[in-house]
């Protein structure tokens, strides 16, 4: 499959600090990223999810920018909260099939 | 969303034995597929799930190994055979549903643990 890489594997932020947690594709062909939240004993959980004809997309605290020139996307968490504490996962999709292909992950702890 | 059921939700399995792990899903789905996320680590696709069709397994998985039956839309089986140490895992549903623009939605997983 795809390979899909994470800088950063541990990240410590302060509450309500913004994080950024960063992952470079190597597919150029993928067209569709997803950002995923895994807190410990649950299946991963949809977060915010990204096109390649956009390169920001806003939700409610995150934000996801989209660079295809370097194919990079980042997950930004503004005012981040203990309940952020998490590995977060991004996943990337190509046109040629159905298939979505996972990044290393990223632990997010925050520090009260 | 879609509503995904996995169960079981954990099992503590012989060396050599097998588990099959069912996936429920609330409504029809267009893709079913299984993810294996071994300890501390991210999520490695072992295959799609075909309805009425072989699965399609990605490269290192193997169709004795993990058989995988899709009957209809909403359901799917994945057996791991002949269990060792190294299948302690989880293992992970996930499907795209109809009317939510491809995206793919997960169960709790099942945790195996092999002896």
């Known amino acids: 499959g795809e390979s899909v890489g994470l800088h950063l594997p541990t990240l410590s932020v302060q509450e309500g600090d913004n994080s950024i947690i960063n992952c470079a594709y190597s597919?150029?062909?993928?067209?569709?990223f997803i950002w995923y939240k895994q807190e410990s004993g649950k299946g991963p959980q949809f977060i915010i999810d990204?096109?390649?004809?956009?390169d920001k997309r806003q939700g409610q605290r995150v934000t996801v920018l989209l660079n295809k020139t370097v194919k990079h996307l980042s997950l930004q968490i503004a005012a981040t909260q203990p309940g952020d504490s998490a590995v977060y996962f991004c996943?990337?999709?190509?046109?040629?099939?159905?298939?979505?292909?996972f990044g290393t992950g990223t632990s997010l702890t925050v520090i009260p | 969303s879609a509503v995904i059921s996995q169960k079981p939700s954990r099992d503590i399995c012989q060396r050599g034995t097998s588990l099959t792990i069912q996936c429920q899903v609330d409504?029809?789905?267009?893709?079913m597929f299984w993810y294996r996320q071994q300890p501390g680590q991210s999520l490695t696709l072992i295959a799609t799930?075909?309805?009425?069709?072989?699965?399609?397994?990605e490269s290192g998985f193997v169709i004795d190994k993990f058989p995988i039956s899709r009957p209809n839309l909403t359901f799917s089986t994945l057996t791991v055979s002949n269990l060792s140490p190294e299948d302690s895992s989880i293992y992970l549903c996930?499907?795209?549903?109809?009317?939510?623009?491809?995206?793919?939605?997960f169960g709790s997983g099942t945790q195996l643990s092999v002896l």
């Open positions: 409504s029809q789905v267009t893709m």
């Open positions: 996943a990337e999709n190509s046109n040629t099939g159905n298939q979505f292909y």
């Open positions: 990204i096109r390649s004809n956009m």
């Open positions: 996930s499907v795209t549903a109809r009317g939510t623009n491809e995206k793919l939605f």
């Open positions: 597919n150029s062909a993928s067209d569709y």
């Open positions: 799930a075909n309805q009425g069709s072989e699965a399609t397994y």
